[in-house]
């Protein structure tokens, strides 16, 4: 039989198993309690079936606990791939520990016998007896000996023991079960255990199912997460959208879920398989490799280097696994459950993810660089697709290489949307390894988008500065300045982003329609954000659509819905929505992801006209967009628009997760203009949730000049991280937050404290907000921003460079 139909096989014969399984009504714990409390066989199974991490040991602490609160004798053995090696492996870990404190003269009468043979077995018994040789003819008795350990264990009170992790079981265990089934000892015993359903030789579940047969078997499944015990699990700092999305890509499973909230994202099947794992992570990953032999991990690191699905072949040629050995290693995957067979007839992935990132993480540097250039060698001659080839070519591709370089910068164009911080890197590769081909204004216009979507804005800047003369092209040199412009709006710079637009209406084919509809985007999007610019204080006329792809058509529409409403006209903004919605909706996520500012525009228009719903909708799915794409630095805007949204509404729960979801994406985005809004919303979500009298506008304050005089002490990077600690962080999500090691936020706050002369992180924060109500109080003499200058109540929240600012959701605003 073939490599990938044997997978397909393993994966048929499991559905077959799980199929036809012997039905048994599921039990809690309560129920099984109060089961056992009456008339019941002298011997119950409880079979807890899942998937890796679904919750099984979770299952087995609380039935422990339940037992031991009735009074009962508990033990706990867990199968590891040390133990699969020790005779009745399982066993031993649940009783050894218990034995200790047993008194073996329990054990009388004919059963005194049975002490020299769990001598052999037990270390906790070594002392009683010397222990015999394990032989052929030995087993019965043991079986026999361990059968009587258990009567006498179980004499005086219940006993519950508990298997995890049994598809590991060495044989000798499995005998035992087998014996103990066949021959229940007297008392009141529960067996509790818990394995994966995949994995496993199948004599565990065939003697599952021989006791459900029997009546002794009873099953206590793992349940999916609900929405809300998700929400639990998860930092708060996530928005609501992304923390479905994680449930739903989880499928319920809580160690997924708790991996996914971890790095904030879920590790794209078909992406880098260098998506970094934290040590925590890592580390449980790596706990399902330890039963490979070295062959089984060559096989499996070579397939975290390989694309999804891969085949046989490739497995073999990255490898250098040939004949009987590459299948012996497949085998073992297959075993483990590591990968799977899919619908494809070659087809093969990891269960997930993060297994493959654990795999690929876990090889040398050096094994990885011959790895990837054995798959370039596979790859290029077949002609592959530009993204598969540029995983490889990133780390096999030598200075010179032209054609490397070609291929890395068409991949990094593909996947600017999908995944930035991937082709910022591509980007950075192709300039490295051929100066010609990869310091073009494409590659730095690309480059510097990139950066910009990560957060890494003054980057993106220097990436975009202005090439040498004569070497520019109109098209990339708008798009540039459009870029720019954008940039500079995040940054607090309204005038060099007008400056930016005025640049690229200079250019030769400014007037082009397509070229003069997208400046006009820009012109409105300025205006809407700032005050400023043409399209500030007057209607815009509908330049011709037509030629437009359906998305740009969308996205102008959403921009001339929002300038209506501005200018007072409700009746055409309420046309320009009607035409827009449609445009937008039906575009597939790869493709709005290009336009997140037309679904903003468009749901800042919904609710000036009162349509809150449609608006809520509109801003989550964009906001889901961003935060699975990694998009850090357009993340915090749509974060502020939702929280506005709901704090508006009254659902201050829900302001307050995406006020914090602002906040953190804020921070890792070099911006102190963009953390600042985030944190004045963060304060002023904070006050509305807080009752009682507000101080009036008219109070006479102190200047917003006068800042906290410790502050003005503080490093750039030590005032960061001071508003941090003021927010509540922890020096693990400010290190994470800012890229930084848990050691250098520890120096930093050392220095902070010194310098502030305070001793605790409450007085950090107490001083920062002294600091942040003098910035904020009236003063008729403060200077401003702009992007500021608006009556109050109106509010702030935008998207990629965009500020949306209006004072209700009622349609008679003026904005």
């Known amino acids: 039989m073939s490599d990938d139909v044997r997978a397909l096989a393993f994966d048929a014969t499991d559905q077959k198993n799980d199929n036809t399984e012997e039905k048994v009504d599921p039990v809690t714990a309560e129920s099984l309690f109060e089961a056992l409390d009456g008339p019941s066989p002298r011997l119950t199974v409880v079979e807890i079936p899942g998937e890796r991490w679904s919750g099984k040991t979770s299952l087995l602490s609380q039935l422990t606990r339940d037992a031991a609160a009735r009074g009962w004798r508990t033990a706990a053995g867990h199968a590891t791939t040390t133990l699969s090696a020790v005779p009745y492996g399982i066993f031993v870990d649940a009783l050894d520990d218990l034995l200790v404190r047993f008194d073996t003269d329990a054990l009388a009468g004919p059963a005194r016998h049975h002490i020299d043979r769990l001598a052999g077995i037990f270390p906790a018994l070594t002392a009683a007896a010397p222990p015999l040789p394990d032989t052929p003819s030995d087993r019965y008795h043991a079986l026999r000996a361990v059968h009587a350990l258990l009567e006498a264990l179980a004499a005086e009170r219940p006993l519950l023991i508990t298997l995890d992790d049994a598809h590991r079981a060495d044989d000798a265990s499995l005998d035992l079960l087998s014996h103990l089934l066949g021959h229940p000892p007297a008392g009141r015993i ?37 929405e809300e015990q998700a929400l639990s699990l998860l930092p708060d700092d996530l928005s609501r959208v992304h923390c479905e999305t994680l449930l739903a890509a989880a499928g319920g499973n809580p160690g997924l879920l708790r991996a996914f909230a971890a790095l904030r994202a879920v590790p794209d099947h078909c992406g880098s398989a260098a998506f970094p794992l934290p040590i925590e992570v890592l580390t449980d990953c790596l706990r399902d490799f330890r039963g490979l032999t070295p062959a089984g991990w060559l096989a499996a690191r070579s397939a975290a280097v390989l694309g999804e699905p891969f085949d046989v072949a490739a497995l073999g040629r990255v490898s250098q696994l040939e004949g009987a050995a590459l299948r012996a290693a497949l085998d073992e995957l297959l075993h483990e459950d590591l990968v799977h067979g899919t ?31 054995r798959a370039t060698a596979l790859l290029a001659p077949r002609d592959s697709a530009s993204v598969p080839l540029a995983r490889h070519l990133e780390h096999s591709a030598v200075e010179g290489d032209a054609a490397g370089a070609g291929v890395l910068l068409t991949a990094a164009a593909e996947r600017l949307w999908q995944d930035p911080v991937q082709a910022a890197a591509w980007t950075r590769t192709a300039m490295d390894l051929d100066t010609d081909s990869g310091r073009t204004p494409r590659a730095r216009l690309l480059l510097g988008r990139a950066l910009a979507l990560t957060g890494r804005l003054r980057e993106g800047l ?41 640049a690229a209406s200079r250019l030769p084919g400014a007037r082009e329609a397509r070229a003069h509809a997208r400046l006009l985007g820009e012109r409105l999007a300025h205006a ?73 525009w468009l749901a800042a228009t919904e609710s000036a006209l009162g349509r809150a719903e449609a608006a809520a909708l509109h801003f989550g799915r964009s906001l889901r967009i961003a935060e699975a794409r990694r998009l850090t630095g357009v993340v915090p805007q749509l974060a502020m628009a939702m929280a506005r949204l709901q704090l508006e509404a009254g659902d201050l729960a829900g302001a307050v997760r ?20 985030a944190l004045e919303l963060k304060s002023e979500v904070a006050s509305a949730a807080v009752p009682g009298p507000r101080t009036p506008a008219s109070t006479p304050a102190p200047s917003p000049t006068q800042a906290e005089p410790g502050l003005a002490a503080l490093s750039k990077r030590e005032l960061e991280i001071a508003v941090l600690v003021s927010g ?23 220095r902070i404290f010194r310098k502030l002369d305070v001793s605790s992180r409450a007085e950090v924060a107490a001083v920062v907000g002294r600091s942040e109500r003098r910035r904020q109080a009236p003063h008729p003499t403060a200077a401003r921003p702009a992007a500021h200058q608006e009556k109050p109540r109106h509010y702030k929240a935008s998207v990629p460079g965009l500020t949306y600012e209006h004072r209700s959701l009622q349609p008679q605003v003026a904005w």
């Open 190 to 226: 529960v067996l509790a255990v818990a394995h994966r359903p995949r994995q496993g030789d199948g004599m565990l579940r065939s003697l599952l199912a021989e006791a459900a047969a029997h009546g002794r078997l009873r099953r206590t499944p793992t349940e999916p997460l609900s």
């Open 343 to 373: 619908a494809l007839a070659r087809g093969l992935r990891f269960r997930n993810p993060l297994l493959r990132a654990a795999a690929y993480q876990s090889a040398g540097s050096g094994w990885l660089q011959g790895a990837h250039e």
């Open 462 to 502: 220097a990436a975009l500065t202005t090439s040498a003369p004569g070497t520019s092209v109109p098209d990339t040199s708008a798009a540039a300045h459009r870029c720019r412009a954008r940039i500079w709006r995040l940054l607090g710079d309204n005038r060099a982003a007008l400056a930016e637009l005025e």
């Open 528 to 600: 809407l954000e700032t005050g400023e610019g043409p399209a500030a204080d007057r209607a815009v006329a509908e330049p011709p659509l037509g030629e437009l792809p359906a998305a740009e058509r969308g996205r102008l529409l959403a921009l001339l819905a929002a300038t209506s409403v501005r200018t007072g006209a409700i009746d055409r903004a309420r046309e320009y929505a009607d035409r827009a919605a449609p445009l937008l909706d039906t575009l597939p996520d790869g493709v709005a992801v290009r336009h997140l500012d037309g679904l903003y």
């Open 658 to 677: 995406h006020a914090a979801c602002a906040e953190t994406n804020a921070a890792a985005v070099d911006s102190p203009y963009l953390l600042g809004l």
């Open 728 to 750: 509540g962080r922890t020096n693990q999500q400010i290190a994470r937050a800012l890229e930084l090691s848990h050691k250098t936020v520890e120096t930093h706050l050392g």
